[in-house]
T-cell receptor, first 114, second 111 residues
């Protein structure tokens, strides 16, 4: 099992550019989520999904889109990058239906928007 | 006031010391998670608990639901324990998927 795989590890964008952060998991987890981590702040939920075809907004969804066409993949799209989106992004997954199931994290994507 | 507060923010210890990291939360929860973030950035789940105590190797996590407080203890600390330790809580209302995270405790263990 590869677990949760995120790509790319690093990315530099110019303001206004678009890109997609990829996230894939091979554990058949229903729940997948995207977080951003900024200095001095806890991880904040951007979007999440409880199964293929189902997505919902988290705490900080503005400027980001997601889709969940398969159980395995949950890409995060930045439509028009802004410097405020400079952050480290983590994808995580877990089994649904079990409040006490652990989150499995990807290794993160460090994004810089200039 | 943040829903999840961790203390201390930073902690330096010598190898072999007993370490305690605290987490207080303000909402009713279904579960509390302790995570470890390595200097390279990767995050791993250490514990999930909704009551009592759990132990894994040199790590012990406890939770007091009435006091809304959890502690993470590291016995016989080692430099490889140096990391950021993050507490997160899952609410007992709405979707338990929406975890709220603390800002982390940065631990440095020196020789």
């Amino acid at each position: 099992n590869a677990g949760v795989t995120q790509t790319p590890k690093f990315q530099v964008l110019k303001t206004g550019q678009s890109m997609t952060l990829q996230c894939a998991q091979d554990m058949n987890h229903e729940y997948m989520s995207w977080y951003r981590q900024d200095p001095g702040m806890g991880l904040r939920l951007i979007h999440y999904s409880v199964g293929a075809g189902i997505t919902d907004q988290g705490e900080v969804p503005n400027g980001y889109n997601v889709s969940r066409s398969t159980t395995e993949d949950f890409p995060l799209r930045l439509l028009s990058a802004a410097p405020s989106q400079t952050s480290v992004y983590f994808c995580a997954s877990r089994v649904m239906g079990q409040n006490n199931s652990p989150l499995h994290f990807g290794n993160g994507t460090r994004l810089t928007v200039t | 006031k943040n829903e999840v507060e961790q203390s201390p923010q930073n902690l330096t210890a010598q190898e072999g010391e007993f370490i305690t990291i605290n987490c207080s939360y303000s909402v009713g929860i279904s579960a509390l998670h302790w995570l470890q973030q390595h200097p390279g950035g990767g995050i791993v789940s250490l514990f999930m608990l909704s009551s009592g105590k759990k132990k894994h190797g040199r790590l012990i996590a406890t939770i007091n639901i009435q006091e809304k407080h959890s502690s993470l203890h590291i016995t016989a600390s080692h430099p490889r324990d140096s990391a950021v330790y993050i507490c997160a809580v899952g609410p007992n209302t709405g979707t338990a998927s929406k975890l709220t995270f603390g800002t982390g405790t940065r631990l440095q263990v020196t020789l």
